[in-house]
């Protein structure tokens, strides 16, 4: 695997089953939906849960894909089968990161700014955990990439979902699975859930800053309260004195 990435490219290049859950707008979170479908389904998730395809498909899929995709973005097949291609990943992290250093102090936490994306380019053998570490390696995150779990989000019946995907799993062969709309599917970045996080792997220094976060977060939730009842205090009281009038 080789990496290399320029801040002005735009995209970088990567040469080389975990529980379901989805989120949607209405709803929480909840497992996978069970219950009666039709043939038509059935056949359409035998086709998504396939690992791999002959020499003939791969080539028949691309040549597809590369037809139907308008960025530019290409797929290419190889002589050996393997074949490569471009994947977007939208990084969406609540939590500061920890540089190597550069034009910061090495060691600085920061906080990444909403809504940035980075194009990858992969190979059909790229995997998921290199996926992780190639962005981390673009941003010059020190931080142990066990902190991380790329997602898969797509759009199903007009609901939207999102699923962690495992380790070895292949983004550019879901790619090549979904076609290249964005809405069909796209790859997420984010922090290891609650629940999930390797604490282990957080530095002491790491571990304080998140306390003084939390601290700070916690004060300005409290000031809100506060301020919101001290004008609904101001409202009643200035209400009793219209019903009372002057005294």
Request: proline letters at 4%; hydrophobic letters at 35%; one cysteine or more.
């Amino acid at each position: 695997m080789t990496w290399n990435s320029t801040m002005s490219s735009g995209y970088s290049s990567l040469e080389e089953d975990s529980e379901e859950y989805f989120f949607t707008a209405r709803t929480s979170f909840f497992k996978k939906p069970s219950g009666k479908i039709t043939e038509k389904k059935d056949v359409e998730k035998e086709r998504e849960l396939r690992t791999e395809f002959s020499k003939e498909e791969i080539w028949q899929r691309i040549e597809q894909y590369n037809l139907l995709t308008k960025d530019h973005l290409k797929m290419t097949l190889g002589a050996g089968g393997v074949y490569t291609g471009f994947i977007k990943v939208q990084m969406d992290l609540r939590r500061p990161m920890t540089v190597q250093g550069s034009q910061t102090r090495a060691g600085e936490a920061f906080y990444l700014p909403q809504g940035v994306s980075n194009t990858l380019h992969v190979s059909s053998k790229t995997t998921v955990k290199e996926v992780i570490v190639g962005l981390l390696s673009k941003f010059t995150v020190a931080d142990n990439p066990a902190k991380y779990a790329l997602y898969k989000r797509y759009r199903r019946e007009e609901q939207v979902y999102t699923c962690k995907l495992a380790d070895a799993e292949k983004p550019l062969f879901l790619r090549l699975v979904a076609g290249p709309d964005p809405d069909l599917l796209s790859f997420v970045l984010k922090e290891q859930q609650t629940g999930e996080v390797m604490w282990d792997a957080f530095s002491i220094p790491e571990l304080k800053n998140f306390l003084r976060i939390l601290e700070k977060e916690e004060q300005e939730q409290k000031d809100a309260v506060i301020r919101r009842y001290e004008t609904y205090r101001q409202r009643l009281q200035e209400a009793l004195l219209e019903v009372r009038g002057p005294s």
